[in-house]
């Protein structure tokens, strides 16, 4: 069965400083599809990044990177000079697929992250 | 498009009372499904739809029934609310096939706040 960990249930920072959340997964198909959620305080969930378990270039979008790596099943994402809008809950997530990559769009979610990004 | 539409936003119960979330969406997409969000627990996954007439469980899916008549609606029904359902609901929905070569993703609900007396 597959699995994803987030170890850290919350992490407190201050403005303008870098901060890593950890993901780890666990499962069994060559074949997946990694998540990365924001849940801001109004409770909406924010679709951040999709990585498929054939690609595992790193990926920057401003001040977001992640760091796919398989060999250490991890998807770690990085926050680059934190911001106070940056406070919210944080959630891996992955999607098993069959051989030619298809699925069906069930995700496990990892138990989330809170990020308090103090001024 | 509206997207992913819940409602109602916020419910309370008592113990043992019915009721049912509405969900609708009208990205015209196949998959359909309902999550619940527990703290410390990330969301997992209750029921999920492939298509109108097609239902499956997910990870709990004890005390919900769901229906899918068409493409557009999901509801979610609890037949006897208990207080251990106490939770925050979410509805999502995708294309129904992933692809390799594609970014589809789960496009998610406002959310229902739902508290069981």
């Known amino acids: 069965a597959q699995k994803v960990t987030q170890a850290q249930t919350e992490i407190s920072v201050v403005e303008k400083e870098d901060v890593t959340l950890d993901c780890v997964y666990e499962t069994r198909d060559t074949t997946y599809y990694l998540f990365w959620y924001k849940q801001p305080p109004s409770g909406e969930l924010v679709f951040l990044i999709r990585r498929n378990s054939f690609d595992e270039q790193n990926e920057i979008s401003g001040r977001y990177s992640w760091n796919f790596q398989k060999s250490t099943s991890s998807f770690n994402f990085t926050i680059t000079a934190s911001q106070v809008v940056d406070s919210a809950v944080y959630f891996c997530a992955l999607s098993e697929a069959s051989a030619g990559g298809t699925s069906y769009g069930k995700l496990t979610f990892g138990q989330g992250t809170i990020l308090t990004v103090h001024p | 498009n509206a997207g992913v539409t819940q409602t109602p936003k916020f419910q309370v119960l008592k113990t043992g009372q019915s009721m049912t979330l509405q969900c609708a969406q009208d990205?015209?997409?196949?998959?359909m499904s309902w999550y619940r969000q527990d703290p410390g627990m990330g969301l997992r996954l209750i029921h999920y739809s492939v298509g109108a007439g097609i239902t499956d469980q997910g990870e709990v899916p004890n005390g919900y029934n769901v229906s899918r008549s068409t493409t557009e609606d999901f509801p979610l029904r609890l037949l006897s609310a208990a207080p251990s359902q106490t939770s925050v609901y979410f509805c999502?929905?995708?294309?129904?096939?992933?692809?390799?070569?594609?970014?589809?993703?789960?496009?998610f609900g406002s959310g229902t706040q739902l508290s069981v007396l």
């Open positions: 999502a929905s995708s294309y129904s096939m992933w692809g390799l070569s594609t970014n589809e993703k789960l496009f």
């Open positions: 990205m015209n997409h196949e998959y």
